[in-house]
């Protein structure tokens, strides 16, 4: 290192030092200046310092981990560059994604004392059928982009913990095959395709699979601008088209089922692709009749924000909502999912289920949107963090980890069971929520 590169590092890393991100990271900060003053070789051990901080190491163990977010960046180096986009995108800027985290803070918890809290039973009934926890594995599409195994992986994982899966008609392994390996039942998510005849073939193979439910997605029927994922897909140097048909993605038309490659989607890989015969319009409530009156599953709602559609779904004969802004990759701009719920539970009035997704990453974030009234809670991308680092065990020790601090926080609140997890153990922090 010149003489000058050198003096550059020293004056940066006394400009560090006067902010507060080395105190941050529990560095002396009277030693570290002290070093830096110091003749050369103390200099050096100031930089191998800051150097340590800046790299905080990475988990090499799925056990190794303390919080889901231990596994963000061991997925982030061992997944490609544009998967890991289409990963973390949200829409235009990502503002929905930083909205749906936020919005736990606003909520605060209310903890009750002296409760024989020395047992608590996590386990949620969804349809008749027992899960152990209410944490719900979401639809994500393509799992085989983020780990070889795939949703068979996560399957696996469903089944060692109990947890209900959802599969994403986008899936790169078929219902029959996830069900398999969940030894149980799965729900599927539905795309639509343009051709009503394709969507019935595929809901009758879904129902024929024996999945007991299957959640229609109707927050991207208009597509979405996933500019994290174009940015991504730039700077990796390998060429698209060579796996995927269709070549890059493009601005706008992300979401949107694209017939151009269903190669790596066996859920959808039987439909030709070069012949939908496209319905007039895209799906309005008169398409949910149409799903209700063509299958005997359950038929859900993914991605409804609002009273209005939760009443309308209701009407018209709805199982469950899933209230979803699909975790900030359909539009920007919108509140916290946890702020949407609190309508569409007034609007259903307990006769279906509801279940809240977007930015779960604790067990506080899950005791909250029970507590004002949702069902089940579901993740998507710490699960799928889980996945990438560590395949299966990765998958489990999310679902553990998010299991235990549930259960601590229940016991904190003095709530027993899910049941029991009502809506005054949270209080509203500001005037912005009621
Ligand atoms: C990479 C990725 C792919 C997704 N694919 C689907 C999908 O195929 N169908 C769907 O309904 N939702 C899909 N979602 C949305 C999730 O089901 C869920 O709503 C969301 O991830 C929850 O937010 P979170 O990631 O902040 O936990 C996807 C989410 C991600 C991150």
């Known amino acids: 290192m010149s003489e000058s590169e050198f003096e550059s590092r020293r004056r940066f890393l006394a400009f560090l030092a006067g902010t507060p991100l080395l105190a941050a990271a529990g560095v002396d900060l009277r ?15 100031a930089f191998e310092l800051a150097q340590d901080v800046a790299q905080d190491p990475l988990i090499t163990a799925a056990g190794q981990a303390i919080n889901v977010f231990d596994f ?32 736990y803070q606003r909520w605060a918890m209310r903890m009750r004392r002296l409760v024989d809290v020395s047992k608590v039973d996590t386990s949620v009934s969804l349809f008749g059928t027992r899960f152990d926890t209410p944490i719900v594995l979401c639809p994500v599409g393509s799992q085989k982009a983020f780990h070889a195994d795939g949703e068979l992986a996560v399957a696996r994982a469903a089944k060692a913990r109990n947890h209900l899966q959802v599969l994403s008609t986008v899936a790169t392994t078929s219902i029959e095959d996830v069900i398999a390996a969940r030894g149980g039942p799965v729900w599927m998510q539905l795309y639509h395709r343009l051709d009503w005849a394709q969507t019935r073939q595929l809901v009758k193979r879904v129902e024929r699979a024996g999945a007991p439910a299957v959640a229609f997605t109707v927050d991207l029927l208009g597509g979405s601008n996933r500019e994290t994922l174009l940015r991504a897909q730039q700077v990796d140097t390998r060429e698209c088209s060579n796996c995927h048909k269709g070549g890059k993605p493009a601005p706008g038309i992300s979401g949107l089922i694209d017939d151009r490659d269903n190669r790596r989607k066996p859920n959808i890989a039987e439909f030709a692709p070069e012949t939908p015969i496209p319905e007039v319009g895209t799906p309005t409530w008169d398409f949910v009749k149409r799903l209700k009156d063509t299958t005997s599953m359950k038929v859900l709602l993914k991605g409804i924000v609002t009273g209005e559609d939760a009443a309308l779904a209701v009407q018209h004969g709805v199982d469950g909502l899933f209230v979803s802004n699909h975790g900030g990759r359909a539009e920007n701009s919108l509140r916290g999912t946890i702020e949407s719920l609190p309508e569409v539970v007034a609007a259903v009035r307990g006769r279906i289920p509801v279940e809240l997704d977007g930015g779960v990453r604790r ?11 949702a069902s089940a809670v579901g993740i998507g991308r710490p699960y799928i963090w889980g996945l ?6 990765g998958v489990e020790t999310v679902l553990l980890l998010l299991r235990r601090e549930l259960e601590l926080v229940m016991k904190q609140a003095g709530t027993t069971s899910i049941a ?15």
């Open 72 to 103: 963000e960046p061991v997925a982030k180096k061992n997944i490609p560059v544009a998967h890991w986009g289409y990963l973390m995108t949200g829409s235009d800027d990502d503002g929905t994604i930083q909205a749906n985290r936020d919005a």
């Open 420 to 434: 029991r997890i009502s809506k005054d153990r949270v209080v509203a922090r500001g005037p912005r929520v009621s």
């Open 388 to 393: 990438g680092a560590f395949g299966q065990e």
């Open 31 to 45: 030693h570290f200046r002290s070093l830096l003053a110091g003749p050369h070789d103390q200099q050096i051990e």
């Open 363 to 373: 067990g506080t974030d899950i005791f909250k949107g029970l507590a004002l009234g």
